[in-house]
């Protein structure tokens, strides 16, 4: 996909920055790519928009959008009379990604890092999101030029970071923290994914890697909030806030959209 299409799309088409009125905007990071960020961060935006809240969904990996992929939907935005961009709805959340934009997913996106840093700038900005509790944003892998751009420019509630035990997966996590606390991004816990395997046949749990960072978690004062297990239903074609809205999986994906809550409203806090 030439850079040259989505820049006509969102410099031309759409005119100037607009008023956002969105009270918390949460970014969803990971050291590396592959640990189930993009899949958790759809189904904490779903959970959030559950308790009632009015939920947004920004796709900021612009080299790997995925979230068209990941809500299953094949519509295509369009512009609004007063040249703003329309979100697809999707089971009462506002998402916006490339996705919905390019002609095949398949096609990659090709721009210089400052460049595609404004493409997103302009992609978050000229959005019509009107008025939202929540904004999650699926960042992209790393500490690139895209978080630092968004640090600037958007103002950021907190993160959460996404990890699995592996040691490789775990030194980026960490690295991404070290970034967020240098930038003064509040960090609001870690989520651990493909945490552990549980048996279909006796139910038995087993830890595939090993967990050895808790200490680690203790120096920087972050808290584990959420903790899932390796399970084909996170990866099917649909949310599984969606599909089984009754899991146990989408059940602790709701408890840990209330500690995602609480801990963003001091005067509801109670000792997380």
């Not at 969102?10 to 949460?26: A, D, S, V």
């Not at 009462?92 to 997103?120: C, D, H, N, W």
């Not at 395997?197 to 749990?205: A, I, M, V």
């Not at 120096?219 to 390796?230: H, N, R, S, W």
Request: with cysteine; hydrophobic share 40%; proline share 4%.
């Amino acid at each position: 996909m030439s850079f040259k299409l989505v820049e006509n799309f969102l410099f031309i088409k759409t005119k100037g920055n607009f008023m956002i009125n969105i009270n918390y905007i949460i970014a969803i990071a990971s050291g590396k790519g592959g640990v189930g960020k993009s899949t958790i961060t759809a189904n904490l935006a779903l959970a959030m928009n559950v308790k009632g809240y009015k939920v947004g969904l920004l796709d900021a990996d612009i080299y790997g959008y995925s979230q068209s992929t990941i809500l299953n939907v094949k519509k295509k935005i369009f512009i609004n009379k007063k040249k703003r961009i329309q979100p697809i709805p999707y089971y009462g959340i506002k998402a916006m990604s490339l996705g919905f934009i390019v002609k095949k997913q398949t096609k990659a996106i090709i721009g210089r890092g400052p460049i595609i840093s404004k493409l997103l700038v302009d992609l978050f900005t000229n959005t019509n999101w009107g008025y939202l509790d929540y904004l999650f944003i699926d960042m992209p892998p790393g500490t690139g030029d895209i978080m630092l751009s968004i640090s600037k420019s958007i103002s950021v509630s907190g993160v959460i970071i996404i990890t699995t035990p592996q040691d490789v997966s775990l030194l980026g996590a960490f690295k991404g923290i070290n970034m967020f606390n240098k930038i003064k991004i509040p960090i609001i816990g870690l989520i651990e994914n493909m945490s552990y395997y549980t048996c279909k046949s006796c139910g038995y749990s087993t830890s595939i890697f090993n967990n050895k960072y808790n200490n680690i978690l203790k120096k920087y004062k972050i808290k584990k909030i959420g903790c899932f297990a390796l399970h084909k239903t996170l990866c099917d074609k649909k949310p599984i806030l969606i599909a089984k809205p009754n899991s146990k999986i989408s059940v602790f994906l709701k408890v840990i959209a209330d500690i995602v809550d609480i801990k963003l409203k001091p005067q509801f806090r109670i000792g997380l």
